[in-house]
């Protein structure tokens, strides 16, 4: 079993997340009308702002605010109509909550107007390489920046974990020209997008633990993915308990955040999986305090 690594990861705001022995919920807050499981639930801010509360009360450390959605097919919004969705609800959430904000946006100028507002966190599901000055903004405003691979738009190597070291290196370069510090990066290797079969999710998540290899933190968005509705035979709003179910594998390889649609499952779950790693560092300092 992978040991969780001893990790702070540094945000913006000047504040960070404590990731060496706990887990943390990032709970998906989508304004938008055509979202894959709940597209149109939150469309206003009051009823974003409300949902993001409740969600900090089931246990989230992060709220993750999309303005566009990333599904398969989905029409690109402008920029626009993309920052007048995200930035009031930001602006309220700063006001009404302590809970880490992220904003869920590939577009540097949406990221601007998000972290000028308070976003701690820019996630960027193309990790950086649609548009590059993305990087200059998390580095700019000392975001915490979340890099996803995506095999979207590109021909990808056949081997899942050669192409996840392919993909975030040139993205991990794109930071590191714009000055990010890499205390404020965390990977995400992007479970569903363009990972084309059932077969190439389950063998991402059997060999998750090669990823630890970059040497940071990791996050996972398996929640309600179409690959947990080919396992289970489930539409998409119920692969809940299924998610929980990567929550607690993911967790025992080392993942670190879990983005997710329902936080009260992926929370009870995490705690099992939180307490059982806690019990394994205690077998093993007892066993070396013996030896």
């Given at each position: 079993?992978?040991r969780?690594?001893q990790t702070?990861?540094?945000v913006?705001?000047?504040?960070?997340?404590?990731?060496?022995?706990?887990?943390?919920?990032?709970?998906?807050?989508?304004?938008?009308?055509?979202?894959?499981s709940?597209?149109?639930?939150?469309?206003?801010?009051?009823?974003?702002?409300?949902?993001?509360?409740?969600?900090v009360?089931?246990?989230?450390?992060?709220?993750?605010?999309?303005?566009?959605?990333?599904r398969?097919?989905?029409?690109?919004?402008?920029?626009?109509?993309?920052?007048?969705?995200?930035?009031?609800?930001?602006?309220?959430?700063?006001?009404?909550t302590?809970?880490?904000?992220?904003?869920?946006?590939?577009?540097?100028?949406?990221?601007?107007?998000?972290?000028?507002?308070?976003?701690?966190?820019?996630?960027?599901?193309?990790?950086l390489?649609?548009?590059?000055?993305?990087a200059?903004?998390?580095?700019?405003h000392?975001?915490?920046?979340?890099?996803?691979?995506?095999?979207?738009?590109r021909?990808?190597?056949?081997?899942?974990?050669?192409?996840?070291?392919?993909?975030?290196?040139?993205?991990?370069?794109?930071?590191?020209?714009?000055?990010?510090?890499?205390?404020?990066?965390?990977l995400?290797?992007g479970?569903?997008?363009a990972?084309?079969?059932?077969?190439?999710?389950?063998?991402?998540?059997?060999?998750?633990?090669e990823?630890?290899?970059?040497?940071?933190?990791?996050l996972?968005?398996?929640?309600?993915?179409?690959?947990?509705?080919?396992?289970?035979?489930?539409?998409?709003?119920d692969?809940?308990?299924?998610?929980?179910?990567?929550?607690?594998?993911?967790?025992?390889k080392?993942?670190?955040?879990?983005?997710?649609?329902?936080?009260?499952?992926?929370?009870?779950?995490?705690?099992?999986?939180?307490?059982?790693?806690?019990?394994?560092?205690?077998?093993?300092?007892?066993?070396?305090?013996?030896?």
């Amino acid at each position: 079993m992978t040991r969780v690594d001893q990790t702070i990861w540094h945000v913006g705001q000047g504040r960070s997340l404590d990731l060496t022995e706990r887990g943390a919920i990032m709970a998906i807050i989508n304004v938008t009308p055509d979202s894959f499981s709940d597209g149109g639930l939150h469309e206003t801010v009051d009823a974003a702002v409300q949902y993001a509360l409740t969600l900090v009360n089931e246990g989230a450390a992060i709220l993750d605010i999309g303005g566009e959605s990333t599904r398969p097919g989905a029409a690109e919004v402008s920029v626009d109509e993309e920052i007048g969705r995200v930035v009031p609800v930001i602006s309220r959430l700063r006001q009404e909550t302590d809970a880490l904000i992220s904003i869920d946006t590939y577009r540097a100028a949406t990221a601007r107007a998000a972290v000028e507002v308070g976003a701690h966190i820019i996630n960027d599901v193309h990790g950086l390489q649609r548009e590059p000055d993305i990087a200059r903004v998390a580095a700019d405003h000392g975001a915490g920046l979340c890099i996803m691979h995506t095999g979207r738009g590109r021909d990808k190597l056949a081997d899942p974990i050669a192409d996840q070291k392919h993909f975030l290196d040139l993205s991990l370069g794109i930071a590191a020209r714009a000055g990010v510090r890499r205390e404020t990066i965390m990977l995400d290797p992007g479970f569903g997008f363009a990972k084309e079969t059932t077969e190439e999710n389950m063998d991402l998540m059997a060999r998750f633990d090669e990823l630890h290899g970059f040497g940071l933190p990791l996050l996972v968005g398996t929640s309600r993915k179409r690959f947990l509705g080919a396992l289970t035979g489930r539409d998409a709003r119920d692969r809940d308990a299924a998610t929980a179910a990567t929550t607690v594998a993911l967790r025992l390889k080392g993942a670190s955040v879990f983005r997710v649609h329902n936080v009260a499952i992926n929370r009870d779950a995490l705690l099992v999986a939180d307490a059982m790693l806690l019990a394994e560092r205690r077998h093993a300092a007892a066993k070396g305090s013996i030896a």
